[in-house]
């Protein structure tokens, strides 16, 4: 959709939503606008927002889409703007007004079912910090990077290490704004006053919930997450391989034991560029433009001691069930002969490791944004693969092949689910490498082509990438993506709310396209 | 995300005592690119903090406390990478810096920190440098 919105908040506009919010929450500088960019776009021209305005209550989110369904003016929602990588702040459509939800902040919690109910605002460390204040009886899980908001990375699906890593399915009730103003509660908060909101997420007929992830049907304002009960030991261990094609024996050890049950968590296996991309730059081994040569590779993995891929598995619960387990654990990882296989224990009451395994806040994994030494950022690329290690294989080596071809470095990573693997590509950007930068979006859309050649989509992808990601889900004529216009429609004729996240689009902006 | 290098670098802590540390060399939470061995900094850690302090807690430690990305990256070209030891800082720098981002450092928009909390934590920053906190 070539299109851009010519609705930028007239004086009056701007007047109106400061009588909702006050004047000092609303942005409409020069560096304001600056401020909500993406700092990790493949094209700093584009998805430049008008501004933004930032409410406290759900009452303000009411009030300011009443304001922009009268004045035709287009909001982008963020929970905190962090999703870095994939936009960050930006909005999709250039000219939208950031409606900025940061400063919702409010956490319940029920220690007793351990539930918490969360306004967009609340960081991973905000909740870190309250469930420390709560003693700890509920871990949380993290993503790599827990700058961010927790509702909002559960919101674009993202993941973390604990077995409550795959977040999206821990949401249980939420509370949206609709385009019209409307409150509604999904599952049992639908219910009014029903003391089961965070306790079972269906409800009487259709459930909801993900009615309003990756979406723009609605402003949600409030989610309630399942958080894991603290474990009473965690068992487990680091291991390395040594050669590329290590990656196919390694899915299908883990797959049946994450399906069987036996680990929980969703492991990930990472290749060794993930690991040095942190600890180092490029330019302290190479000045050689293009994909980095492998007698390169080899001397980086030889100083940080790292195999060519490289997962951590972790068992959590009784101490007498962990044990049990690591045995198998154990023995299953052994028959792959690994080049290192380092045991990792701890029961509770014993100094913890401060990591994503258990779900301690972090963000020293954003120091990849730094690879290349200057101005840097990444971009992913994730689709998602059946648990098959011929067919991760198979990906790996395609996708390799391509990163060689458009001359860039290879960051990746298998992420387990229960039943499928995401191979999350962190594509790093030298923004200082003006020819590099060309490069960037042809790739990209490349691979994604690729990917789709092979039946794949995409589980997430970056503001530049989501029509073409929705293209690639075409059965029966993309009828999905029709579907998603007439929800669109039915509930945001004029595309108030995030229009174009995810592809969708509503066919007023269709025509207007056209 | 990182696994490799939590691997490398925080699994030896967990085991201590049990199969000894492989780079032992590597403090916890040390500020020259490490990761975070130890607890992150939060608000909760200095419950006697003062306005600017508290604000810094909970709007930058994340990233400027050991073991942040912040830190991390900043150990590469500083010889003190805690902002909170800096001595060289103004707050016009550090309120420019943090308005416009700075390096990899994505700004921060007003409605994440306002202009009265930007201005705490700028004043915190440049008025006690090198204290021990």
Known sequence: MAISSDTHPSPAARRAFAAIVGDDNVFFDEQDRLAYQDKFAVDDALHHPAGAVAPATVEQVQAILQVAGERGIRLWPISRGKNLGYGGSAPVLAGSVILDLSRMKKIEYDP????????????????????????????????????????????????????????????????????????????????????????????????????????????VTKMGLWLMPAPESLMGMDLEFDRPEDLGPLIDAIAPLRREGLLQQSPTIGNWLRAAAILTTRGEWTDQPGALADNVITAIRKKFHVGWWGVSLRLYGRETVNKAAYAILEQEMAKLKPMSLRPAIWKAGEALEATGWTGTPLTMPMQNANWHGGRGGHVGFSPILPQSGTAAMAQFQRTYARYKEYGMDYQASFAFGERHLINVNAVLLN????????????????????ARAQGYGEYRTHLDYMDHVADTYDFNGGVMARLNRKVKDALDPQGVIAPGKSGIWPSSMMEQAI | MSRQAWTLLAAPLLLVGVHGCHRSSEAPGAPDGSPPLSAPETVLSRPDAGPGEGLYLEKCAMCHGPGGMGSGLLARRNDQPLLTKRTDLTVDFVVQAARTGIGNMPAIPRGEVSDADMALIADYLVSAPGAAR
């Open chain 1, 431 to 450: 923004k200082d490498d003006e020819a590099m930068m060309k490069r960037v979006d042809p790739f990209l859309r490349q691979l994604i082509i690729d």
């Open chain 1, 112 to 219: 007793a079912n351990g539930t918490v109910l969360l306004e967009p605002g609340v960081g991973f460390y905000d909740l870190y910090d309250f469930l420390k204040t709560k003693g700890m009886k509920h871990w949380l899980s993290v993503p790599g990077n827990s700058w961010g908001s927790v509702v909002g990375n559960a919101l674009d699906r993202g993941v973390g290490y604990t077995p409550y890593g795959e977040h999206a399915t821990k949401i249980c009730g939420m509370e949206a704004v609709l385009a019209d103003g409307s409150v509604v509660r999904t599952g049992m908060g639908a219910l009014d006053g029903a003391p089961t909101w965070q306790l079972y997420r269906f409800g009487f007929g259709p459930g909801w919930d993900q009615m309003f992830v990756q979406s723009n049907f609605g402003v």
